[in-house]
């Protein structure tokens, strides 16, 4: 799952958000117009929508109305329009958070990872299943063939993080940066410990592992079983 679904004409501006967020271990997609942006999501889930106003053909409001007769995704408007009258709308066609231009980086960071939080708080509440696992999220505890699983804070959102990109290669540096954070002073190596526990944990054959699979050279991929 991609984290962030930017949707921005202005390709310098959009440049700009992209590298810092990807600074700040998100992952981005960028659609230039709201139509390309509703196309593209057709075919992949987002955690969280940045959706500029003065777009090209339909406009911002328009997106915001189409999205929300099919999706609950959390929108943040980033705009130069700041009139009451533009938020308010942006408001009522289910925008969640409405930020002006220019965009201050790390208020956009706070802000969100403020929208994930109470998102995946809202949506935390029913029990996951993957094939034999069963994760309860709001409960922190995992059950594996209906037994219960040990697992650690680390080993528990890396198990979270993987079952909700079912056969997603996610790469290593997105994973460490999710997990422990990008400022972190633990070690890369440190994934790599976490990832081999979870396997003798979740694994018939942690030696030849069907759910957790390693892509070479890039990252690790979640497969149901």
């Given at each position: 799952m991609?984290?962030?679904?930017?949707?921005?004409?202005?390709?310098?501006l959009?440049n700009?958000?992209?590298?810092?967020?990807?600074?700040?271990?998100?992952?981005?997609?960028?659609?230039?117009d709201?139509?390309?942006?509703?196309?593209?999501?057709?075919d992949?889930?987002?955690?969280?929508?940045?959706?500029?106003i003065?777009?090209?053909?339909?406009?911002?409001?328009?997106?915001?109305?189409a999205?929300?007769?099919?999706?609950d995704?959390?929108?943040?408007i980033?705009?130069?329009?700041?009139?009451?009258?533009?938020?308010l709308?942006?408001?009522?066609?289910g925008?969640?958070?409405?930020?002006?231009?220019?965009?201050?980086?790390?208020?956009?960071?706070?802000?969100?990872?403020?929208?994930?939080?109470?998102?995946?708080?809202?949506?935390?509440?029913?029990?996951?299943?993957?094939?034999?696992l069963?994760i309860?999220?709001?409960a922190?505890?995992?059950?594996?063939?209906?037994?219960p699983?040990e697992?650690?804070?680390?080993e528990?959102?890396?198990l979270?993080?993987?079952?909700?990109?079912?056969?997603?290669?996610?790469?290593?540096?997105?994973?460490?940066?999710?997990?422990?954070?990008?400022?972190s002073?633990?070690?890369?190596?440190?994934?790599?410990?976490?990832?081999?526990?979870?396997r003798?944990?979740?694994?018939?054959?942690p030696r030849?592992?069907?759910?957790?699979?390693?892509?070479?050279g890039?990252?690790?991929?979640?497969?149901?079983?």
């Amino acid at each position: 799952m991609i984290d962030i679904l930017l949707i921005e004409d202005h390709v310098e501006l959009a440049n700009l958000i992209d590298a810092f967020l990807k600074k700040k271990g998100f992952s981005l997609w960028h659609a230039a117009d709201a139509e390309s942006a509703l196309d593209w999501l057709k075919d992949h889930d987002v955690q969280i929508i940045l959706l500029d106003i003065t777009l090209p053909n339909m406009d911002g409001f328009g997106f915001c109305k189409a999205l929300r007769s099919t999706s609950d995704v959390p929108i943040m408007i980033l705009s130069a329009r700041c009139d009451k009258g533009d938020k308010l709308l942006g408001y009522e066609l289910g925008a969640d958070d409405y930020m002006e231009k220019p965009i201050d980086p790390d208020l956009l960071t706070a802000k969100i990872n403020a929208l994930l939080f109470r998102f995946n708080t809202k949506h935390s509440g029913k029990p996951i299943h993957s094939g034999a696992l069963c994760i309860d999220s709001a409960a922190h505890k995992v059950s594996f063939h209906q037994q219960p699983l040990e697992l650690n804070v680390k080993e528990f959102e890396l198990l979270l993080l993987f079952v909700r990109n079912p056969g997603k290669t996610l790469h290593k540096e997105y994973l460490f940066n999710q997990i422990w954070g990008a400022d972190s002073d633990s070690e890369n190596q440190t994934l790599t410990v976490h990832i081999k526990m979870l396997r003798s944990k979740i694994e018939e054959n942690p030696r030849q592992p069907q759910r957790i699979r390693t892509v070479w050279g890039v990252g690790y991929r979640y497969e149901e079983v």
